[in-house]
């Protein structure tokens, strides 16, 4: 595969995939009460505390994938979470029309985002993350002139 395609297309979709997350998880943190409201109109036991729940998982979760720092953990736990998420809040039975057709939408669109997700955990952050900057050995300092290992000399 392109090294640049590679480089550069794993970042922009490490990107893409985290901005709805940290959109998500930005808007319900600022809103815990709408979003408790609404978890509680699904039936949902301790709606504060799920309401508090997903907007930390969704801004954290987001924070660490557009970063490239626990990419493999953070997407597997997103996963997870969009298959509740979509069960509890996007579900089409029962409904008719536009309103049915609506909530597909977003049933398939978790679904992309899962698949997304799910690349990420198996094949991890790419290139340009910080967690592939931490796993790079470390190359000697250079101070302006050659170093005792650069000379041959035996210490």
Do not use: C
Request: charged content about 10%; glycine content about 14%.
């Amino acid at each position: 595969m392109n090294g640049r395609l590679e480089k550069y297309g794993s970042l922009v979709a490490r990107l893409a995939v985290a901005a709805i997350f940290i959109h998500g998880g930005w808007g319900k943190l600022g809103g815990l009460d709408g979003t408790a409201a609404y978890i509680a109109s699904k039936g949902l036991p301790a709606p504060e505390l799920g309401a508090l729940f997903a907007a930390l998982l969704e801004l954290g979760a987001g924070l660490a994938i557009a970063l490239g720092l626990g990419t493999r953990w953070a997407a597997l736990a997103l996963a997870i979470f969009l298959v509740p998420a979509t069960a509890f809040f996007h579900n089409p039975v029962g409904l008719d029309g536009a309103a049915a057709q609506m909530q597909w939408i977003h049933v398939y669109k978790n679904l992309a985002i899962a698949g997304g997700l799910l690349a990420f955990t198996a094949f991890g952050a790419g290139p340009l993350a910080l967690e592939a900057r931490a796993r790079r050995p470390r190359q000697p300092r250079q101070l302006g002139f050659r170093s005792i290992t650069q000379t041959g000399a035996q210490p």
